[in-house]
């Protein structure tokens, strides 16, 4: 007897089997409903009602099932209805792939950037191939944003290709009307449509920061907790208690630099120095007594931008690390003050008592040659025949020469007295030896002329043969020449006047008496070359 022989087989005809042991032939009711969904009912206990035999096929047999009907029964199965045509505007409708990326903007207008990151989202519309570039809207840029190119198909090159999600992927640099984006991301959509096409999609790639849009950045806002410091205090127990240094201001190593005196002036009320010049007499300076005005001297400060200008000056308490404090000034010391260098070399009495009660330092003075010895000698260039040597020498001695000084009382006390002399000249030629000279000496400026007596049928025309000069001695040199003088000129000596020689042959009657009567400061071979005797024998 089979037991149960319907139990694991299909409910199909011919796989049935008949059960004798079956009494009730009527149908079950099975199915009920609840909240308008058909549910098998659960057996009642006590009731003889069999439960819903449930399939366990899976569903792919169940599919071949039921397109592979027997034919034996029913004939040859039927193929199954074709499905609907769906147009693609219909099966791709909002379906569009988003991806994120950038370009950089070339900026060659600014000293202070070279390009500039913009993001933007490209929009890829499956139904119709056209693409979207939008910007993300940033406040206050100053750059027009939003939609950079309107929903189009993109054209891919010249060939009249378009742009296709095949294209697109990341890490790729896509070229557009001339600007050239690179793509960067993706959202979870694209990525698994892309997939599920068969298109492995790149790592994403991180965005590059914009240069420009870093250095607007402002640093977050620092507190500092004030100090407990009693500044009131301060004030009123160092108030007119000045340290006062004195110092040398270096700046030698410049172009016209020298080393100038200074005193630096410390006040303990407020911690603030002043640096002020002493200044001397005719030292051709304008007398601006306050070198550096009373301020807080920062002694380390934090380092700059490179974009910060040089030019500014003023620095912010929050820019300053350290300031200059008592125990920062030493005697014999260089103390660098706004990048210039003072030597302190000395102080007073009250500033040596303050740090010997506060710090235990005794300073003494430091002997320093105040006065530069760099000076430069002024080198005269040598003489160069043009004019005379004292009117040349005055184009060396200021930028507006100015005429040579003269002696006036010399020139008051000799005024119109002149010492004349009889010559001939020293030469070859015997025409030139019969021709007679006057050489007057001027004693108000120690000048020289000569004249010459025309002579009626001699050939030669007389007159002035040498304007009024004075003459250098032979083997002087031209930078410090010897001119000639009274005790140069005795009878039967020679005059070289400018490669011409002449004989003193005579001189009148005041001559002689002056010579006679400075006879301290004339030698005495020229007084006795004006005796009678000597002058005869000469002239004979």
């Not at 993001?119 to 191939?129: G, I, K, N, R």
């Not at 939609?147 to 891919?156: A, E, G, S, T, V």
């Not at 000045?242 to 911690?271: C, H, K």
């Not at 003023?314 to 008592?326: G, H, K």
Request: proline share 8%; charged share 25%; hydrophobic share 30%.
């Amino acid at each position: 007897m089979i037991s149960n022989p319907a139990q694991g087989l299909p409910f199909l005809p011919g796989n049935t089997f008949r059960d004798p042991t079956k009494s009730l032939y009527h149908r079950p009711q099975t199915l009920g409903y609840k909240n308008g969904y058909s549910l098998p009912r659960r057996p009642v206990v006590g009731i003889g009602r069999d439960p819903l035999i449930v399939n366990e096929l899976t569903h792919t047999e169940l599919d071949q099932l039921a397109n592979q009907r027997p034919t034996l029964t029913y004939g040859q199965a039927r193929p199954a209805p074709p499905q609907d045509f769906i147009p693609s505007h219909v099966a791709f409708d909002k379906k569009v792939l988003r991806f994120d990326g950038y370009f950089k903007q070339v900026i060659s207008v600014s000293p202070g950037e070279e390009y500039r990151v913009r993001p933007v989202v490209f929009y890829y519309y499956l139904e119709d191939d056209s693409i979207a570039v939008v910007e993300p809207v940033v406040e206050n840029s100053g750059i027009p944003q939003g939609k950079l190119i309107k929903r189009q198909q993109l054209p891919k090159n010249d060939q009249g290709e378009i742009y296709h999600w095949k294209d697109l992927n990341l890490g790729n640099d896509i070229t557009v009307y001339g600007t050239t984006y690179r793509l960067t991301s993706c959202d979870n959509f694209t990525q698994e449509y892309l997939e599920s096409e068969g298109v492995i999609v790149n790592d994403p790639e991180e965005m590059p920061c914009d240069p420009y849009s870093e250095g607007r950045v402002q640093p977050l806002r620092s507190y500092v907790t004030p100090s407990d410091f009693d500044r009131l205090k301060q004030f009123l127990t160092m108030d007119r208690k000045v340290l006062r240094f004195y110092a040398l201001w270096d700046y030698s190593d410049s172009l016209y630099g020298e080393t100038r005196p200074v005193i630096i002036q410390y006040y303990l009320m407020d911690n603030s120095v002043e640096i002020r010049e002493v200044h001397e007499p005719n030292n051709g300076r304008d007398p601006f007594p306050v070198l550096l005005r009373r301020q807080r001297l920062p002694k380390h400060t934090h380092p700059c931008s490179a974009s910060f200008p040089t030019c500014v000056m003023e620095i912010s308490d929050q820019e300053v690390e350290e300031y200059y404090l008592p125990k920062d000034f030493k005697v014999g010391e260089t103390m660098i003050v706004l990048g210039r260098h003072f030597f302190l070399y000395d102080c007073d009495e009250f500033t040596k008592n303050y740090y010997r009660d506060n710090f235990a330092e005794s300073f003494t003075k430091v002997e320093v040659d105040k006065k530069d010895n760099n000076k430069v000698t002024k080198e005269i260039p040598p003489y160069n025949g043009f004019g005379s040597l004292e009117d040349s020498l005055q184009n060396c001695l200021s930028l507006i020469p100015q005429p040579p000084k003269k002696d006036f009382i010399k020139m008051l006390e000799n005024d119109h007295k002149v010492l004349r002399y009889q010559a001939r000249l020293d030469t070859q030629n015997v025409e030139d030896r019969q021709r007679i000279f006057v050489l007057s000496y001027f004693l108000s400026n120690d000048m020289i002329s000569i004249f010459e007596p025309p002579v009626r049928n001699s050939g030669i025309i007389g007159g002035k043969f040498l304007e009024k000069t004075r003459i250098p001695k032979p083997g002087s040199t031209i930078d410090n020449p010897v001119y000639y003088g009274p005790a140069d000129f005795a009878i039967g000596t020679t005059v070289e006047v400018f490669a011409h020689r002449f004989i003193l042959t005579d001189a009148d009657e005041y001559v002689k008496k002056f010579l006679e009567a400075n006879s301290k400061i004339i030698p005495s071979e020229v007084l006795n070359s004006m005796r009678p005797n000597d002058s005869s024998a000469t002239t004979s």
